[in-house]
């Protein structure tokens, strides 16, 4: 599958699509555990500060400061040196008693809470942490300072985040896999039909969408579509027998018919209005059977069942075979008829079938090519394929009937007022398919080009 369709694809798109969702709702959610636990814990840090300022408070009111000054020493003591507790108790002049840190923070209140740097050069991680303590102002105007040092809690934080972050990336890269998982498996599964459907369109009627054992949604659609399918062909069917049992039925009294009108006018007759008129009779006649031969002759081409003869020839042979048929007719219109082989190209084939529809191609070109135009004829070599490419200066076809051109019995209005049957191509296109060929309509800017490329035998021409 090509990366450019599937980056292209519907599937991609609902995929990014709930992926974008999905991470928005993961980041909201991960927002509020961070959110909760972060409040969580900055609650449980001030509630902590109050409830030893409470207990430093009775203290001082039952011992006074020698009490309250025992009790901060005890509690410094008692604590790690790396502990996270912040004391600090000074006199009404603001001169330090008794604590573990040498002074006031420097930064102004809020709502009675100081945040500060706190610097722990005399501690195992020197540096400066980030701290909170709140001031308590004790009788005698004596103040008390209680905090503690929340690097840890700030770790704990970045901590969280790094983790959220990295659900949150894990989330987007598990969710991308899965949606690129899922949408490959849908699309291959669409490619199937989608591939089907192609071939359908160029002509392999008898293509079906596969089916699994699954009978999920998408064996439904295909059945539905395979039922259709089979519909269609049957009507199909049933239009082309009865043009083809038409043809059939009505060639063998027509041939009688013309034969009679020919022994008629293989006697004498005396009057010469009743002579001209069988005339046209035969020519009518002769009209109405080749109608129905190219009909029979076509109906035998699509269902495959002519028997064909195919061997290796040379393409350039027998495009200068088809230019030399026709060069008297164009000469009689003073039309320019040349033919140009760039690369000598062998095919397998059968060749008065390709003989045929090569003819009806110039026969075409000659025949819509205004007096003093151009025809040209040109063989050319691809990878796989021989190309024979039939261009005119003349109306062209315009691009809304390329396709309509090769049904039966269709004309363009171009070619309305000009002698044919609008069997043409149809014989054209038939033979082209069971060659296993394309067939490609072209703009000439004037005229068109009509290219057909069969498949080439390798390596066995030399230029």
């Known amino acids: 599958m090509n990366r450019s369709n599937f980056l292209a694809s519907s599937t991609f798109r609902l995929t990014l699509l709930y992926v974008v969702l999905f991470t928005v709702s993961v980041l909201l959610l991960f927002s509020f555990i961070y959110w909760s636990s972060v409040r969580y814990m900055a609650i449980q840090s001030d509630a902590a500060i109050r409830t030893e300022i409470q207990a430093l408070a009775e203290r001082y009111e039952s011992r006074g400061v020698p009490g309250l000054r025992r009790l901060i020493l005890d509690r410094i003591t008692r604590q790690q040196p790396t502990g996270s507790s912040l004391y600090l108790l000074s ?26 740097n706190l610097d722990t050069s005399d501690r195992d991680e020197p540096g400066l942490h980030p701290a909170r303590a709140r001031r308590f102002q004790l009788t005698g105007g004596f103040q008390l300072l209680v905090g503690q040092d929340i690097h840890e809690l700030k770790s704990a934080q970045r901590r969280i985040i790094t ?20 949408s490959r498996k849908m699309l291959t599964r669409l490619e199937v039909i989608n591939e089907t ?47 083809d049992n038409i ?87 003073h039309q320019h008829l040349s033919v140009n082989v760039q690369t000598p190209v062998a ?58 051109v090769f049904q039966r019995f269709y004309r363009a209005d171009v070619s309305r007022s000009t002698p044919g049957n609008g069997l043409g191509l149809s014989l054209v296109r038939a033979v082209v398919h069971l060659h296993n060929g394309k067939l490609a309509l072209l703009d000439n800017d004037p005229g068109l080009c009509i290219q057909v490329a069969l498949p080439r035998i390798l390596n066995d021409l030399k230029p």
């Open 91 to 116: 006199d009404p002049l603001g001169r330090p008693i008794v604590g573990n840190i040498s002074r006031w923070p420097q930064v102004a209140p809020k709502d009675g809470w100081f945040n500060f």
């Open 163 to 182: 983790a959220l972050s990295w659900g949150v990336i894990l989330t987007v890269l598990l969710g991308l896999a899965g949606g690129f998982f899922i």
């Open 197 to 243: 459907s192609q071939r359908i369109i160029a002509g392999e009627l008898d293509q079906r969408v596969p089916m699994s054992s699954r009978q999920d949604e998408f064996d439904r659609l295909s059945s539905n579509l395979n039922q259709m399918l089979d519909q269609i062909q049957e009507l199909m069917d049933g239009i082309r027998q009865v043009s």
């Open 247 to 333: 043809a059939h039925d009505l060639k063998t009294p027509l041939f009688r018919l013309r034969q009679k009108l020919e022994s008629l006018t293989s006697g004498t007759s005396p009057d010469p209005a009743a002579s001209l008129n069988l005339q046209d009779a035969l020519a009518e006649a002769d009209r109405l059977l080749n109608l129905f031969n190219a009909l029979l002759r076509i109906a035998r081409l699509e269902s495959e069942s002519a028997r064909t003869i195919k061997r290796s020839l040379p393409l350039s042979d027998l495009v200068r075979d088809v230019a030399e048929l026709y060069e008297p007719l164009s000469d009689e219109k």
């Open 347 to 404: 095919i397998l084939a059968d060749r008065d079938m390709l003989f045929q529809a090569l003819a009806n191609l110039v026969d075409n070109a000659v025949k819509y090519t205004p007096e003093g135009g151009y025809i040209w004829l040109t063989v050319t070599a691809e990878a796989s394929s021989g190309v024979v490419t039939v261009c005119d200066s003349g109306p062209g076809i315009a691009p809304a009937e390329r396709e309509k």
